[in-house]
C-alpha cells in the first residue's frame, strides 16, 4: 500500500514568510509525528498527535510553530515569520497505534525547507 | 536534544565485511530502534528491541541492548554497497511514544 506522503518535497521560501507543510500518513494510521532534521543530525521531535488532538507537542521550538490534524488523518505543520534557522527537513511518520505495533514508525520522504 | 551519542560517526568498511555501530542513551526506555537513511531524506526503519530484550536478529541484521549501560549495538553482516546510508538509533520511552534519535553512524561500503 502507499507510504507516508508529504508535500512539497521541496519549499524555498524568504525570511518572514508563512509557510505550510503537509502530510498524508498511511491510510488507517492513528498516530502521527512530526521531526525535524538539520544537516548532519539526527532528527528531533517537535508534535505528535493521536487521531486529532497533539498528544505531545514538546519539541515545538517556539509559538512561531504550529500544527493541525483536523480529521485525524492529514496533517499540516505550519511556520509563521520564518526565519534562517528554520531550514531543515521536515520529517512525518505515522503508527498504527495498535498495541505491539505502535511502536514502529514509517516515515515520509520528508519537505526540505530553505527560508533565505 | 539528541537522546545520546552514536560512535563510530563514520565508517568505512570493504563489501563482504561486518560493519558495528554504537549508540548510547541518556534516560530510560520502553524500546530501542535502528532507522537507515538514504540522501539524508526518508528513514526506513529496520529493526526494534524492547528493554527487556537483549539480543535481536533480522536477516543480516543483529541488535544487542544492554540497559544497565544504557547502550545498544548494531551489527550488519557480509555488507554490500547497497548498505551504504547513514544509520540511526532511537529510544522510546514509553510505547509508541515520540522517538529520540542519536546523531547518526555514516557507513560506506567500498566495492
Known amino acids: 500500500g502507499a507510504g507516508v506522503s508529504q508535500t512539497p518535497s521541496n519549499k524555498v521560501t524568504e525570511k518572514g514568510k508563512y509557510v505550510e507543510l503537509r502530510c498524508d500518513p498511511i491510510s488507517g494510521h492513528t498516530a502521527l509525528y512530526w521531526y525535524r532534521q538539520s544537516l548532519g543530525q539526527g532528527p528531533e521531535f517537535l508534535i505528535y498527535?493521536?487521531?486529532?488532538?497533539?498528544?505531545?507537542d514538546s519539541g515545538l521550538p517556539n509559538d512561531r510553530f504550529f500544527a493541525v490534524r483536523p480529521e485525524g488523518s492529514v496533517s499540516t505543520l505550519k511556520i509563521q515569520r520564518t526565519e534562517r534557522g528554520d531550514s531543515a527537513v521536515y520529517l512525518c511518520a505515522s503508527s498504527t497505534g495498535l498495541a505491539g505495533e505502535r511502536d514502529t514508525q514509517y516515515f515520509g520522504p520528508g519537505t526540505r525547507l530553505t527560508v533565505l | 536534544s539528541q537522546q545520546g551519542e552514536e560512535d563510530p560517526q563514520a565508517l568505512s568498511i570493504q563489501e563482504g565485511e561486518n560493519a558495528t555501530m554504537n549508540c548510547s542513551y541518556k534516560?530510560?526506555?520502553?524500546?530501542l530502534q535502528w532507522y537507515r537513511q538514504n540522501s539524508g531524506r526518508g528513514l526506513v526503519h529496520l529493526i526494534l528491541i524492547r528493554s527487556n530484550e537483549r539480543e535481536k536478529h533480522s536477516g543480516r541484521l543483529r541488535v544487542t541492548l544492554d540497559t544497565s549501560k544504557k547502550s545498544s549495538s548494531l551489527l550488519i553482516t557480509a555488507s554490500r554497497a547497497a548498505d551504504t546510508a547513514s544509520y540511526f538509533c532511537a529510544g522510546a520511552k514509553a510505547a509508541g511514544n515520540k522517538l529520540t534519535f542519536g546523531g547518526g553512524t555514516r557507513v560506506l561500503v567500498k566495492p
Open positions: 498527535f493521536q487521531g486529532t488532538g497533539a498528544a505531545d
Open positions: 534516560t530510560s526506555i520502553n524500546n
